[in-house]
């Protein structure tokens, strides 16, 4: 059982380029998150899906994109990468249902240069 | 316009004795409490949780306390030990209209000193 798989565990990319970070949960989770975690700050939600086909901006979406069109995946695309994106990008699940706990990813480590 | 605090970034503590991590937070509507661990270039791992009908959870060494009205939640590690020195996150989550949502404070960093 391997929980929340995210790949690639870092990456550096140059001002405009784009890419898409991956994250795959094995848990059957309805709910999935992305978070990003800047330096001394907490965790801050940038979009979220509550089922396949289902997404909604969360705190920070700005420049940001998702898409889920399997219960497995939830893919984070970022477009036109600007030096305000370098951060550590979380991928959370958690089962459908109040009071649960979600379950994180390893994180992937993103500087824009 | 944090709604959950951790007001303290960071804490030592001698390992043996109690170390107690706050968290504060604004939003009434808030009703389930959760501490999360975490290490370098890790993901956060769950640790406890406490609904909010609820005033103190307990796991092992580690016991949660919710005071609704102050909005204030402590964790208590005792004893504490080397390998509980991380950062812990206090997350606290409120239902809406699409489901379940985590909001998390900042994080204070607990180093256990041998």
């Known amino acids: 059982n391997a929980g929340v798989t995210q790949t690639p565990k870092f990456r550096i990319l140059k001002i405009g380029q784009s890419m898409t970070l991956q994250c795959t949960q094995d848990?059957?989770?309805?709910?999935m998150y992305w978070y990003r975690q800047d330096p001394g700050m907490g965790l801050k939600l940038i979009y979220y899906s509550v089922g396949a086909g289902i997404t909604d901006k969360g705190e920070v979406p700005n420049g940001y994109n998702v898409s889920r069109s399997t219960t497995e995946d939830f893919p984070l695309r970022l477009e036109l990468a600007a030096p305000s994106q370098t951060s550590v990008y979380f991928c959370?699940?958690?089962?459908?249902?109040?009071?649960?706990?979600?379950?994180f990813g390893q994180g992937t480590r993103l500087t824009v240069v | 316009d944090q709604q959950v605090k951790q007001n303290s970034p960071s804490l030592s503590v001698q390992e043996g004795r109690i170390s107690i991590l706050n968290c504060d937070y604004t939003n009434s509507m808030f009703d389930y409490f959760l501490w999360y661990k975490k290490y370098p270039a890790e993901g956060p791992t769950f640790l406890i949780s406490?609904?909010?009908?609820?005033d103190k959870n307990e796991d092992g060494r580690f016991t949660v306390f919710l005071n609704k009205s102050a909005k204030h939640l402590s964790l208590h590690i005792v004893p504490s030990q080397p390998g509980d020195s991380a950062v812990y996150f206090c997350a606290a989550s409120a239902w809406d209209n699409y489901g379940q949502n985590f909001v998390f404070g900042p994080g204070t960093r607990l180093s256990v000193l041998p």
């Open positions: 959370a699940s958690s089962y459908k249902g109040r009071g649960t706990e979600a379950f």
């Open positions: 848990m059957n989770h309805n709910y």
């Open positions: 406490i609904s909010s009908i609820k």
